[in-house]
């Protein structure tokens, strides 16, 4: 197996002898739980706290529950099965949230779901969804990245790396791949930093280039935003053609 292309540690493509070509999907992050313990107060008791993996990293969020040394291990977890069971019952409504909110998950930063997970623990559940989805809204160049970076984009990719030339075409191209009004259309996103020309050449004699991939993309992208797919979870469930 020879490993072809990958993009960001999202997407890999690998060649098997013989066989067609690979491609393995992105893999969406899950977000972890775990009650603990950690410094000793000055009445000898604990906190608990439950521990917040997420994209890598930790947060911790202080409970309402002490413990005494006789509720753990020497190892400090917690052996006490009623605080168990609290416990048990509070990572079930941080699992719920997360469920709730989707795929979209993934796209939020630990301190924006730790900030949610609060929220519901102290059990204020109006509005947290819909703030959640909110918070993930994006600007259509960000939805063109998305795009690109999609598992029906990766073929698409694969040609780009492996083959630029078939993917650059001229200013004069670019306009008709984009369609109707395609000039006007590509200028304003150019003046809009949604596209940008690929310049080769030394300085006296430029020229600048677009992407095939980019500009169908961007299309993808005006055509989300215009059906009011706005957040990441929405773009990474729809199926885009």
């Known amino acids: 197996m020879v490993l072809l292309y990958s993009n960001s540690d999202s997407y890999c493509i690998f060649a098997v002898k013989n066989c ?4 393995l999907n992105k893999i969406v992050s899950m977000s972890t739980f775990k009650a ?3 410094n000793k107060r000055a009445d000898g008791t604990y906190n608990v706290r439950i521990r917040v993996t997420h994209n890598r990293q930790q947060r911790r969020i202080s409970t309402n529950i002490y413990v005494t040394q006789a509720d753990l291990t020497k190892g400090l977890k917690i052996k006490n099965q009623s605080i168990l069971s609290k416990t048990d019952s509070m990572i079930t409504a941080c699992r719920s949230l997360c469920n709730d909110i989707g795929y979209s998950l ?3 930063d630990i301190d924006q779901l730790v900030g949610l997970l609060k929220r519901r623990l102290s059990g204020e559940d109006d509005n947290i969804l819909k703030e959640a989805h909110t918070q993930l809204e994006i600007d259509i160049n960000t939805i063109k990245k998305e795009i690109i970076e999609s598992s029906e984009f990766v073929a698409m990719q694969i040609i ?3 083959y630029p030339d078939l993917d650059n075409i001229s ?4 306009c008709k791949f984009a369609g109707t009004n395609g000039r006007r259309w590509l200028e304003n996103h150019i003046s809009n930093g949604n596209i940008c020309p690929i310049i080769h050449g030394a300085t006296k004699n430029l020229k600048h280039t677009f992407s095939r991939i980019e500009i169908h993309a961007l299309k993808k992208a005006e055509e989300l935003k215009s059906k009011n797919i706005l957040n990441m979870s929405q773009i990474k ?3 885009i053609k």
């Open 36 to 38: 603990e313990v950690q």
């Open 106 to 108: 993934q796209s939020m």
């Open 160 to 162: 780009k790396e492996l």
């Open 171 to 174: 200013f004069r191209k670019a």
């Open 237 to 239: 469930n729809k199926k």
């Open 20 to 23: 067609p070509i690979i491609v």
